[in-house]
Each structure stands twice: as C-alpha cells, then as structure tokens.
T-cell receptor, first 112, second 110 residues
Framework: NAGVMQNPRHLVRRRGQEARLRCSPVKGHSHVYWYRQLPEEGLKFMVYLQKENIIDESGMPKERFSAEFPKEGPSILRIQQVVRGDSAAYFC??????????FGQGTRLTVV | KNEVEQSPQNLTAQEGEFITINCSYS?????LHWLQQHPGGGIVSLFM???GKKKHGRLIATINIQEKHSSLHITASHPRDSAVYIC????????????FGTGTRLTIIP
C-alpha cells in the first residue's frame, strides 16, 4: 500500500463549487484507477488512465466529472458544480500491467 | 445479480475463532483480489490470486477457477482483524479495472 498518495484526505465543498482530488501513484506505475465509495455502498469503478491517455471512463458520470493523468505530475479527478450526491470517498489505485493494485488512503469529499 | 457476490455480509466471532469469508463471481477473470478496509480508513491489498492458494501470516486465500469461487481464511482471529474485507475481480478482457463485492464486515470480540 505504500506509495500511492492522495490529497487532500478530507475535502469540504459547498454546492456548486469545484472539487479537485489528486493522486500520485507509486513511482514507476503507469496505470491509475479512480474508484468511488458512496456511503454504505461498495466501491465502484470510475476511470482508468495511463500516462496522458484515458483508457476506460465507462464508470464516470457523463457530466461534471473529468480525469487526467498528465505526463508530469499527479492524476487529477475534477468534479465541477458539486452536488450533495457527490459526497463519497474517492480512492485512487495504481499498478503496472499484471501486478496487484496499490490503493491510496482516499479523499473523503463532503458537499454541504 | 452482481458479478461479484460475497458472504456473509456481516460476521461476528470470538477472538481465536477460525474465520472464512466467501466470494463467488460470474465472469471470466484474470485475477482476484482480497482487500481490507478499516472504518474511515484506506484500502489495503491483502492478496492477488489467479490460481491455487496463498498464505501470509494468519491469512490464507484460495481460489477455484473452475467453480468461480474464492475464500479468505483468518486463523486465530484477533480484535485487530475487525474490518471490512472486500473481494474484487479483474476481468480477462485486457482491462485492468476491478469489480468489487459489497464487502464482509467482520467483528472480532475479545
């Protein structure tokens, strides 16, 4: 589990604001995944990225949500115009091909 | 029907008991993961399996590919084992994303 850094750990936003969640993968890992855990629900896949490419975004809501993994710097999950239903824990995981995924500590987003 | 089913959903046991958590899946997979999550905490990867059996300390994970079933066992359980245990599968279609079970909430009573 060591090495995947997510920040902030806790984020409070008012309805209508933007939320930016950052994920620095394990050094050398080229695959990043974002998952969402709604209160009292299981984890759900959102998006899978490799450097500068979105590989699978089938789990991302069609509006307000975007993700990137630039050549330099962390992966960013961006939520525009947040609503109360966006309140959840957002987890990032990283891996290389065919290795186990390492998870971050998560960012707990609360929309008030 | 979910692609990944876990049982039981909740499990309470006395310290020292042998614990078994089951996971069944309905899709072809390239690997199965067992994860641990403490309340309000992050997620720790315990095992990644594609066949057979793995052991780490008091934890043992097995998988039967033909029956599409995996089990996580904890021997000599301890209150610090109290957590949610999550089974997740990676498909065999070249996409690395994980599909999760709903988790088993384990409580070990001293």
């Amino acid at each position: 589990n060591a090495g995947v850094m997510q920040n902030p750990r806790h984020l409070v936003r008012r309805r209508g604001q933007e939320a930016r969640l950052r994920c620095s993968p394990v050094k050398g890992h080229s695959h990043v995944y974002w998952y969402r855990q709604l209160p009292e629900e299981g984890l759900k896949f959102m998006v899978y990225l490799q450097k500068e490419n979105i590989i699978d975004e089938s789990g991302m809501p069609k509006e307000r949500f975007s993700a990137e993994f630039p050549k330099e710097g962390p992966s960013i999950l961006r939520i525009q115009q947040v609503v109360r239903g966006d309140s959840a824990a957002y987890f990032c995981a990283s891996s290389t091909r065919d290795t186990e995924a390492f998870f971050g500590q998560g960012t707990r987003l609360t929309v008030v | 029907k979910n692609e990944v089913e876990q049982s039981p959903q909740n499990l309470t046991a006395q310290e020292g008991e042998f614990i078994t958590i089951n996971c069944s899946y309905s899709v072809g997979i390239s690997a199965l993961h067992w994860l641990q999550q403490h309340p309000g905490g992050g997620i720790v990867s315990l095992f990644m399996l594609s066949s057979g059996k793995k052991k780490h300390g008091r934890l043992i994970a097995t998988i039967n590919i033909q029956e599409k079933h995996s089990s996580l066992h904890i021997t000599a359980s301890h209150p610090r084992d109290s957590a949610v245990y999550i089974c997740a599968v990676r498909s065999d279609f070249g996409n690395e994303k994980l599909t999760f079970g709903t988790g088993t909430r384990l409580t070990i009573i001293p």
